[in-house]
């Protein structure tokens, strides 16, 4: 009993030698816990001052706190802060979004319409989902579809009035370069327009849902004008770049003019032809306005509205049809994904699976290897896009081969079933083993014929 009286007394004894120890020296400990990457050691003693020093790939800031009390080093309590790195400042959404949106409202004038867009590329230049939704909610979607109804009507406008007042060579050389100038900034505005539709987009399907219900039967028209212009003017400039690089004749007095002037004369128009198609075709407008159909067809109850909507099949079979290295990869696989998607309303697949050429088109799609040009691609990237794009359109035809009505006339394309077996038996490909998902995207494909 003596002895554990004894033991009890002297743990009391330490306890109270601790304690007070401990209040004299609170002050240092926490100067020490501040840092985050202190070592652990007993309470109190701080951690020993190393001897070397330390290699950190961020930023750091040796201080101490003696200096920061009086001034004087004192190396024993050295405290290494890390700082965060630089991330991009972004002001309230709550009220950048409604600033963005009223400026836009209001701006008539070129320069003031330029700086309103810029500004609201940068406000929606991000990727949450719930800021997204608020710009939607606060009218964003309203204000860009009028914003670039204004803008295409203008370049319109100004495309038939420089057009009339075409009168002789010189005027129309003039005038030309004139429309070049003011037409290349009608492409930009519009440009940056659509990017800054395709970012607000990006919101929850509940939002965009509604967003379509608001706007998307005038926006559709709108992008599906602006992706067949462009479709037009990157096929008239392929076409003429096969005729010997020379400027295709023209009909009435251009081709008389044409004839008559000199080789120097000819080849300067030669440059200001190229250089007008050059400005004309923008890869941005195709990538960003077939992606903003993507967003829409995510929902689906606005799907069966999209399908019967009139010239939107046609048009991304255009899209997809158009020659590699023409369109944008990104655009021919955005309007593969559009169809798949529309497919998967039971509504659309007995009237898309009687559209015309549309199967063909995805058998196409199917069976790139048939085709010399793509059978033996030269790039990594290139055989990537063929694989992804031969993966959604499989998921399109397993989607229309659903309904009843669509499998026996399926059965009977040309090409279909062959093209299906042959998925089936692609396991191995020549560029496996280089990542980015070789053998997930010839599963996806196998999948998909196995169930259509």
């Given at each position: 009993?003596?002895?554990?009286?004894?033991?009890?007394?002297?743990?009391?004894?330490?306890?109270?030698?601790?304690?007070?120890?401990?209040m004299?020296?609170?002050?240092e400990?926490?100067?020490?816990?501040?840092?985050?990457?202190?070592?652990?050691?007993?309470?109190?003693?701080?951690?020993?001052?190393?001897?070397?020093?330390?290699?950190?790939?961020?930023?750091?800031?040796?201080?101490?706190?003696?200096?920061?009390?009086?001034?004087?080093?004192?190396?024993?309590?050295t405290?290494?802060?890390?700082?965060?790195?630089?991330?991009?400042q972004?002001?309230?959404p709550?009220?950048?979004?409604?600033?963005?949106?009223?400026?836009l409202?209001?701006?008539?004038?070129?320069?003031?319409?330029?700086?309103?867009?810029?500004?609201?590329?940068?406000?929606?230049?991000?990727?949450?989902?719930?800021?997204?939704n608020?710009?939607?909610g606060?009218?964003?979607?309203?204000?860009?579809?009028?914003?670039?109804?204004?803008?295409?009507?203008?370049?319109?406008?100004?495309?038939?009035?420089?057009?009339?007042?075409?009168?002789?060579?010189?005027?129309?050389?003039?005038?030309?370069?004139?429309?070049?100038?003011?037409?290349?900034?009608?492409?930009e505005?519009?440009?940056?327009?659509?990017?800054?539709?395709?970012?607000?987009?990006?919101?929850?399907?509940?939002?965009?849902?509604?967003s379509?219900?608001?706007?998307?039967?005038?926006?559709?028209?709108?992008?599906?004008?602006?992706?067949?212009?462009?479709?037009?003017?990157?096929?008239?400039?392929?076409?003429?770049?096969?005729?010997?690089?020379?400027r295709?004749?023209?009909?009435?007095?251009?081709?008389?003019?044409?004839?008559?002037?000199?080789?120097?004369e000819?080849?300067e128009?030669?440059?200001?032809?190229?250089a007008?198609?050059?400005?004309?075709?923008?890869?941005?407008?195709?990538?960003?306005?077939?992606?903003?159909?993507g967003?829409?067809?995510?929902?689906?109850?606005?799907t069966?509205?999209?399908?019967?909507?009139?010239?939107?099949?046609?048009?991304?079979?255009?899209?997809?049809?158009?020659?590699?290295?023409?369109?944008?990869?990104?655009?021919?696989?955005?309007?593969?994904?559009?169809?798949?998607?529309?497919?998967?309303?039971?509504?659309?697949?007995?009237?898309?699976?009687?559209?015309?050429?549309?199967?063909?088109?995805?058998?196409?799609?199917?069976?790139?290897?048939?085709?010399?040009?793509?059978?033996?691609?030269?790039?990594?990237?290139?055989?990537?896009?063929?694989i992804?794009?031969?993966?959604?359109?499989?998921?399109?035809?397993?989607?229309?081969?659903?309904?009843?009505?669509?499998?026996?006339?399926?059965?009977?394309?040309?090409?279909?079933?062959?093209?299906?077996?042959?998925?089936?038996?692609?396991?191995?490909?020549?560029?496996?083993?280089?990542?980015?998902?070789?053998?997930?995207?010839?599963?996806?494909?196998?999948?998909?014929?196995?169930?259509?």
């Amino acid at each position: 009993v003596r002895l554990i009286f004894r033991l009890v007394i002297k743990k009391k004894s330490d306890l109270r030698k601790r304690s007070k120890k401990l209040m004299r020296d609170f002050p240092e400990m926490a100067e020490a816990m501040i840092d985050r990457d202190y070592s652990s050691v007993p309470i109190p003693t701080l951690p020993p001052p190393s001897s070397t020093s330390t290699t950190h790939e961020t930023r750091e800031t040796s201080l101490s706190w003696k200096d920061l009390s009086d001034g004087n080093k004192m190396s024993e309590k050295t405290v290494v802060i890390n700082e965060p790195p630089n991330k991009r400042q972004r002001i309230a959404p709550s009220t950048s979004a409604q600033q963005v949106i009223e400026v836009l409202n209001f701006c008539v004038a070129r320069h003031d319409r330029v700086a309103a867009i810029t500004s609201a590329c940068e406000s929606f230049n991000h990727n949450v989902e719930s800021v997204h939704n608020e710009e939607i909610g606060y009218g964003a979607d309203a204000a860009l579809c009028k914003h670039l109804a204004l803008l295409l009507l203008k370049e319109q406008n100004e495309a038939r009035r420089m057009k009339s007042r075409k009168k002789i060579k010189e005027e129309e050389d003039k005038r030309l370069n004139s429309f070049d100038s003011i037409s290349k900034g009608f492409t930009e505005e519009i440009s940056r327009t659509v990017e800054a539709l395709e970012m607000i987009y990006r919101a929850s399907p509940d939002y965009v849902s509604s967003s379509f219900d608001r706007v998307g039967l005038e926006l559709l028209p709108l992008l599906l004008g602006i992706i067949n212009n462009e479709l037009g003017s990157c096929q008239d400039t392929e076409e003429e770049t096969k005729e010997s690089g020379v400027r295709p004749d023209r009909t009435g007095s251009e081709s008389a003019l044409g004839t008559a002037t000199g080789a120097d004369e000819k080849k300067e128009q030669e440059e200001t032809y190229n250089a007008a198609n050059e400005r004309t075709f923008s890869p941005t407008l195709l990538r960003k306005c077939t992606k903003i159909i993507g967003h829409f067809a995510r929902v689906g109850s606005a799907t069966e509205t999209m399908a019967y909507h009139t010239g939107l099949i046609s048009t991304l079979q255009w899209v997809i049809n158009s020659p590699i290295g023409i369109v944008p990869s990104e655009a021919r696989l955005n309007s593969l994904w559009i169809i798949a998607n529309l497919a998967c309303n039971t509504e659309n697949m007995v009237m898309m699976a009687c559209t015309p050429d549309l199967i063909d088109t995805l058998v196409k799609q199917c069976r790139f290897n048939d085709d010399e040009k793509l059978k033996n691609p030269e790039t990594f990237t290139e055989y990537m896009h063929l694989i992804r794009a031969q993966s959604i359109a499989a998921r399109a035809m397993l989607n229309l081969s659903w309904a009843p009505e669509n499998k026996i006339p399926m059965s009977e394309v040309d090409n279909l079933v062959d093209g299906l077996i042959k998925m089936l038996l692609t396991r191995t490909s020549e560029w496996g083993g280089r990542g980015r998902g070789v053998s997930t995207f010839l599963l996806q494909s196998r999948r998909h014929a196995a169930g259509a």
